[in-house]
């Protein structure tokens, strides 16, 4: 049996490849690409069907962070002409979610920039988050705010936050080639209060950054590990304006064979195509949708996605569905654990309950925003990841919706 029935088999039943069998997928050539693409689809019908979950950033504080993630265009130092304001108000917030929800957004997910809350800044998204149920009861919410103290998490979550997104990012290995002001203990440290606390943990990567093969199979399977209920995969944008400007390291083949081997490794868990999907992907976003089960409808913190309307087009066009309000996005056997972990408060990996396997660590940061670095990983230069152009005309930064008079794009 070759790599790509093996694979599918194991997805199939929700077994996990080994890292052999994951760093195989992302030397397949693009003769193969066409048959990972098909073999990762069988595994998410299996468990997803044809459903795609569409989530709503609301960038509630945007840019004046302290934090010196090098992936981030709102961190110390950050030359991008992003926009920066203060806390938005619960009803300029509300209204913003409001436009995702009725482009058919069934997650709203507030970020603000910084390191982490203070407890006046859990009242301000305990305000907003009010404001939103109020209009949608039945809207899940995800918080993303940085680093969480004791007892935050619990405080969010009786609030009614379904989920709190913290990324790992990139590898243990690497992580402090990326950040310097926290530590990669620290990222994990959060993930474990927001599931100790029984909201569920959304966890990701960022890819592009410079890193191999081997550091994304690391982190992949350290977000496993961790029991990462969602797993955002972001592709590095490399804005105007910062040190990460010309890291193109990514082709649409290479962010393929990306999602195709988080697939691999997370069969039974929600995928989703976040920031840098309309960047590097471009026309082959279609084909993602066979991979991921999830994207971010409209645009991003800090940059722009393509249309509303356009991103459901593509996912009418594909052969998919929007995942109603109604229906359950992990299946039922995860979906089983997670609710279980919210009765008890009981955080739950593959570790046991409350901890984390020793090796598996964590990274993180909020949700998709650009890139930026003071000192970033080296390049590790895979055959395919260099382009022979740099398509900055792709990188838009964002002006309208959350922060400005203009409408939201939903």
Known sequence: MDLLDTLTAKGLRGDV????????????????????????????????????????LVNL?????????????????????????????????ADAARAGVAGGAKRVCLVASGRGPTDRDIDRVTDTMAAIKDADPAVEICVCLGLLSDNQAERLKAAGADA????????????????????????????????????????????????????????VFALRELGSDSVPVNFLIPFEGTPLAKEWNLTPQRCLRILAMVRFVNPDTEVRIAGGREVHLRSMQ?????????????????????AGQTDLDMIKDAGFEVEGAGEATL????????????????????GGCGTAAPSCGSGGG?????????????????????????????????????????????
């Open 366 to 410: 909020c949700g998709p925003c650009g890139g930026h670095a003071e000192h970033a990983a080296a390049p590790a230069t895979p055959a395919e990841a260099t382009n022979d152009e740099l398509r900055d005309d792709l990188v838009k930064v964002r002006r309208r919706g959350a922060g400005t008079e203009l409408a939201p794009n939903a």
């Open 331 to 350: 299946p039922r056997h995860r979906a089983d654990v997670a609710e279980a972990v919210a009765a008890s408060g009981c955080g739950t990996t593959a």
């Open 61 to 93: 504080k945007s840019g004046l962070c302290p934090e010196d993630c090098s992936y981030c265009s709102q961190r110390l130092g950050s030359k991008a002409e992003i926009l920066k304001y203060t806390w938005l108000k619960p009803e300029q917030a």
């Open 164 to 219: 709190y997104n913290h990324n790992l990012n990139t590898s243990e290995n690497t992580y402090g080639q990326i950040t310097k002001t926290h530590t990669y203990a620290d990222r994990v440290d959060t993930v474990q209060k927001a599931h100790g606390a029984g909201l569920s943990a959304c966890s990701g990567l960022i890819a592009g950054m410079g890193e191999s093969d081997e550091d994304l199979v690391d982190v």
């Open 286 to 306: 279609p084909l993602g949708l066979h991979i991921a089960n999830s994207i971010f409808l409209g645009d991003y913190l800090t940059s722009e996605g393509q």
């Open 17 to 56: 490849p080994t890292r052999e069998e994951a760093l195989a997928v992302l030397a397949t050539t693009d003769d193969e690409l066409l048959d990972v693409v098909a073999a990762a689809g069988k595994v998410r019908r299996r468990w997803f069907g044809r459903r795609v979950k569409l989530n709503y």
